[in-house]
Each structure stands twice: as structure tokens, then as C-alpha cells.
């Protein structure tokens, strides 16, 4: 019975509800934005902290909050999109975005400027007109390097984002079938393993873009978003252990590379990192309602990825004292066991305050923290409290104060 709901599913064409009714705001979605925004920035942070190198493994976990971060804006974009497609609703649609993101990131970016020269930290003006265009990208672009500047690399994710947002508008016009867009974004991510050099870029879009397909799919194929979800159970706190372990793991790597496939030469975000996407899937639709059970199913294969990669690094001799593989031994063993255990998902709302500065917030930590490092180099604890607390303040005033004002005198028609 869930094989053939399974397959409808992925038959489905990928268009939103027939009854378009006006998104809710949900605590939970915001929570978890909130708690994958810390753990990018926290992981950041620890950098500055004494001794770090012998620990880092143990606590670094931003990259799978940024994948999760494709999930969420997949799922947001999908709820707050609920009409057919036509040329008003989609102009409306990018005013929208675009009042949203470029305000800050202009914001960010003049920022972070300012830094890296007070730093000394030389930009060329071609990587600043890159960024200020959303072009940053770790990945060579047929043969041209725009990398993020030093300073606030993570702005990378904002490029994907906005690639993201345009492969929308021909999901949402063209309406294809859920199964049909995810086996071409597969075969896409896929090309990057063989892609000649300069190309593999395209790969890592669509390898990043199946999280983002997937949050889509579960704010349109899911129950209507006017539905009040009744507080539901999941186990939260065993999926996101477990993402950080697979993380530390990296099984898809350790596959690819027993494949003898060039790893060296993988895109940035890679087909690799699909082996986060049951954690991603099931932590968003435990946190909406939307997936309703857990099954012992999905939480295995949430659990073997990082599991077998343990087992097989014991097998070969790895060393568990290794920074990495203890982290990961160590993370795969606690989520193993809570991953059976299921929360109440309102724990999330409780983060809903976070979740709201959480854009501003992911923007501006990494100036902040190259701005007090660099102004106490000699005490790093200070440096680490102080950027956290510096942050938490700038992202307040600039979402609950600058981004209103800003959008009450351009758009106050606009939804955010």
C-alpha cells in the first residue's frame, strides 16, 4: 500500500492545490529554520574558540543545515504559491523575492566590504559585482572563478537560491510530474561525476536543487496548507544527529570513491550529498505535519548510510581517534538510539523568534566574527560571545525594524 502511494505520488504533476487556500504561518517551519541557521552559524563560531582543532568534528554542522535550508525554502516557496501560474501572479512573485533577499544581502555585502578592508583582505572588483549579481560560486563557471568574498563565504548558498527560485517558475508554468523532475535532476547531478571540466557546476545545482524539489513537494502534494495541523510527534532530535553524522560519515563520497569515480572533482554541493535527503525530507515533514508517521522504513534509511560507512572505516583500519571518524561513530551510535524516540514538534515554535531573524542572521555572522577576531585576536572566547551577541542584535533591528519599514514604503502589498 505505501509502494502505490509512493508511485501516485511520483506521478503527480507539481502544481499547486486545487484549493488555493491563503498560507498559515507555521512556528514549526520557523523553528526549524531557526535551528538550521544555528547550526551553521555555531559551527562558525567554534572556530574561534580555543583548541578547536582537537574538537571541530564533534560540533560542526553546517553543511547539513544548509541543505536543510534548501528543504525549507522549497517548502516555503511552495505555500506561499498557491495559485496557477500566469504573468501577474509570477511578476508578483519575483517583486516579492527580490524585495526580500536583495535589500539585506546589499546590506551584508557593503559589510563585508568594509571588513575586508579594514583587514587589509584585498577584493577585485570583479568578485564584488559577481556577488553583488548573486554569481558567487566555489565551483568554476565555464572556466571563471567567482567565489564568494573571504569574508562572508557563506553567501555562496544565495546563488543556489536564486537559480532556485527561476527553475520554479517552469515547475510552476510547465506543471511536469514530481517523478519525471526528480529523475532529471538525478541524471543532472549524476553528469557531474563524468562532466567536463567547467561544467560540473550544473551538476551541483541539481544536486542541491533535490532538497529544494523536495520541500516543494511536500507544500503542494501534501494536505491543504489551510489545514491547523494538530501537534504531532517525530523524532526530531534522532534525525538531526543522524544528519550530522552523515555529514561526518560522508557515505556518499566513501561509495564513490570504492566506485573509483574522481571525487576530487566533484562539484560543491555533489550527488554525494543526497545521502542527507531522508533526514531532510522527514525532519520538514515532521516539523509541518505533512508526513504524518515515521516509519521504521524511513528511519533506517536515515540510519545506514552513516552506519555502514562506520562499520566499513572500523573494517579497513581507520582509526575511531580520529577527529572525524569519532565524531561520526559517535554521532551515528546517540541518533541510532533517539531516532526511535519521538518529540512533540512544537518544541520547535519555541524557536520561532529565531526563525525570524534567521535570514539576516546567516548573513551577517561570518563579517562579524572576521570583525572580532580580528579585533581581539588574544581572546577568542570573548570574540566568539561577543560576534553571537553582536549578530543576534544587527539581524533583530534589520528584520524586525529595517526590513517592515522597507517594505510598508516599496511594497506594502507585498507578502515576505
Same mark, same amino acid.
Given at each position: =500500500?505505501?509502494?502505490?502511494?509512493?508511485?501516485?505520488?511520483?506521478?503527480?504533476?507539481?502544481?499547486?492545490? %486545487?484549493?488555493?487556500?491563503?498560507?498559515?504561518?507555521?512556528?514549526?517551519?520557523?523553528?526549524?529554520?531557526?535551528?538550521?541557521?544555528?547550526?551553521?552559524?555555531?559551527?562558525?563560531?567554534?572556530?574561534?574558540?580555543?583548541?578547536?582543532?582537537?574538537?571541530?568534528?564533534?560540533?560542526?554542522?553546517?553543511?547539513?543545515?544548509?541543505?536543510?535550508?534548501? %528543504?525549507?525554502?522549497?517548502?516555503?516557496?511552495?505555500?506561499?504559491?498557491?495559485?496557477?501560474?500566469?504573468?501577474?501572479?509570477?511578476?508578483?512573485?519575483?517583486?516579492?523575492?527580490?524585495?526580500?533577499?536583495?535589500?539585506?544581502?546589499?546590506?551584508?555585502?557593503?559589510?563585508?566590504?568594509?571588513?575586508?578592508?579594514?583587514?587589509?583582505?584585498?577584493?577585485?572588483?570583479?568578485?564584488?559585482?559577481?556577488?553583488?549579481?548573486?554569481?558567487?560560486?566555489?565551483?568554476?563557471?565555464?572556466?571563471?572563478?567567482?567565489?564568494?568574498?573571504?569574508?562572508?563565504?557563506?553567501?555562496?548558498?544565495?546563488? +543556489?537560491? =536564486?537559480? !532556485?527560485?527561476?527553475?520554479?517558475?517552469?515547475?510552476?508554468?510547465?506543471?511536469?510530474?514530481?517523478?519525471?523532475?526528480?529523475?532529471?535532476?538525478?541524471?543532472?547531478?549524476?553528469?557531474?561525476?563524468?562532466?567536463?571540466?567547467?561544467?560540473?557546476?550544473?551538476?551541483? !545545482?541539481?544536486?542541491?536543487?533535490?532538497?529544494?524539489?523536495?520541500?516543494?513537494?511536500?507544500?503542494?502534494?501534501?494536505?491543504?496548507?489551510?489545514?491547523?495541523?494538530?501537534?504531532?510527534?517525530?523524532?526530531?532530535?534522532?534525525?538531526? /544527529?543522524?544528519?550530522?553524522?552523515?555529514?561526518?560519515?560522508?557515505?556518499?563520497?566513501?561509495?564513490?570513491?570504492?566506485?573509483?569515480?574522481?571525487?576530487?572533482?566533484?562539484? +560543491?554541493?555533489?550527488?554525494?550529498?543526497?545521502?542527507?535527503?531522508?533526514?531532510?525530507?522527514?525532519? $520538514?515533514?515532521?516539523?509541518?505535519?505533512?508526513?504524518?508517521?515515521? &516509519? /521504521?522504513?524511513?528511519?533506517?534509511?536515515?540510519?545506514?548510510?552513516?552506519?555502514? #560507512?562506520?562499520? %566499513?572505516?572500523?573494517?579497513?583500519?581507520?582509526?575511531?581517534?580520529?577527529?572525524?571518524?569519532?565524531?561520526?561513530?559517535?554521532?551515528?551510535?546517540?541518533?541510532? *538510539? *533517539?531516532?526511535? /524516540?519521538?518529540?512533540?514538534? &512544537?518544541? $520547535?515554535?519555541?524557536?520561532?523568534?529565531?526563525?525570524?531573524?534567521? !535570514?539576516?542572521?546567516?548573513?551577517?555572522?561570518?563579517?562579524?566574527?572576521?570583525?572580532?577576531?580580528?579585533?581581539?585576536?588574544?581572546?577568542?572566547?570573548?570574540? %566568539?560571545?561577543?560576534?553571537?551577541?553582536?549578530?543576534?542584535?544587527?539581524?533583530?533591528?534589520?528584520?524586525?525594524?529595517?526590513?517592515?519599514?522597507?517594505?510598508?514604503?516599496?511594497?506594502?502589498?507585498?507578502? #515576505?
Amino acid at each position: =500500500m505505501r509502494f502505490a502511494l509512493v508511485f501516485s505520488c511520483l506521478l503527480r504533476r507539481l502544481e499547486p492545490p %486545487a484549493s488555493a487556500s491563503p498560507a498559515i504561518r507555521d512556528d514549526n517551519i520557523q523553528g526549524l529554520r531557526a535551528w538550521a541557521a544555528l547550526s551553521v552559524v555555531i559551527g562558525h563560531l567554534v572556530q574561534t574558540i580555543p583548541h578547536y582543532a582537537a574538537w571541530q568534528s564533534t560540533f560542526v554542522a553546517g553543511r547539513s543545515g544548509v541543505l536543510l535550508f534548501f %528543504a525549507i525554502s522549497g517548502y516555503v516557496i511552495g505555500l506561499v504559491n498557491r495559485h496557477p501560474w500566469d504573468h501577474r501572479v509570477q511578476a508578483a512573485y519575483w517583486r516579492s523575492r527580490l524585495l526580500r533577499l536583495v535589500p539585506l544581502y546589499w546590506l551584508a555585502l557593503v559589510f563585508a566590504a568594509l571588513v575586508a578592508w579594514w583587514m587589509a583582505d584585498s577584493i577585485h572588483v570583479r568578485q564584488l559585482v559577481a556577488n553583488a549579481l548573486f554569481l558567487q560560486n566555489f565551483d568554476s563557471v565555464w572556466g571563471l572563478s567567482l567565489e564568494p568574498i573571504t569574508v562572508n563565504k557563506s553567501v555562496w548558498t544565495l546563488n +543556489y537560491e =536564486m537559480v !532556485y527560485y527561476a527553475v520554479f517558475i517552469l515547475v510552476w508554468r510547465w506543471r511536469p510530474t514530481l517523478g519525471l523532475t526528480a529523475i532529471l535532476c538525478l541524471l543532472v547531478s549524476a553528469a557531474g561525476l563524468i562532466a567536463p571540466q567547467g561544467w560540473g557546476f550544473i551538476a551541483g !545545482y541539481a544536486s542541491g536543487f533535490a532538497f529544494w524539489l523536495a520541500g516543494l513537494g511536500l507544500a503542494w502534494m501534501g494536505e491543504p496548507a489551510s489545514a491547523i495541523y494538530p501537534p504531532g510527534r517525530f523524532p526530531f532530535i534522532g534525525l538531526f /544527529v543522524l544528519l550530522i553524522a552523515t555529514q561526518h560519515a560522508d557515505p556518499g563520497k566513501v561509495l564513490l570513491a570504492a566506485w573509483h569515480c574522481d571525487i576530487a572533482h566533484l562539484p +560543491y554541493v555533489s550527488l554525494a550529498d543526497l545521502m542527507s535527503l531522508p533526514a531532510c525530507i522527514l525532519l $520538514l515533514g515532521g516539523a509541518s505535519g505533512r508526513l504524518r508517521q515515521c &516509519t /521504521v522504513g524511513w528511519r533506517v534509511a536515515c540510519i545506514l548510510p552513516p552506519a555502514l #560507512t562506520i562499520i %566499513a572505516a572500523i573494517s579497513t583500519g581507520h582509526s575511531m581517534l580520529d577527529s572525524r571518524w569519532f565524531a561520526a561513530a559517535l554521532a551515528t551510535l546517540i541518533g541510532s *538510539l *533517539l531516532i526511535w /524516540v519521538d518529540v512533540s514538534s &512544537t518544541w $520547535l515554535s519555541r524557536l520561532t523568534w529565531w526563525g525570524g531573524i534567521s !535570514y539576516a542572521f546567516y548573513l551577517f555572522h561570518q563579517p562579524v566574527i572576521h570583525a572580532m577576531s580580528y579585533a581581539f585576536p588574544e581572546r577568542t572566547l570573548l570574540c %566568539a560571545v561577543l560576534a553571537f551577541a553582536l549578530t543576534t542584535a544587527v539581524s533583530w533591528l534589520l528584520e524586525k525594524k529595517f526590513q517592515p519599514l522597507l517594505m510598508r514604503r516599496i511594497a506594502p502589498a507585498s507578502q #515576505t
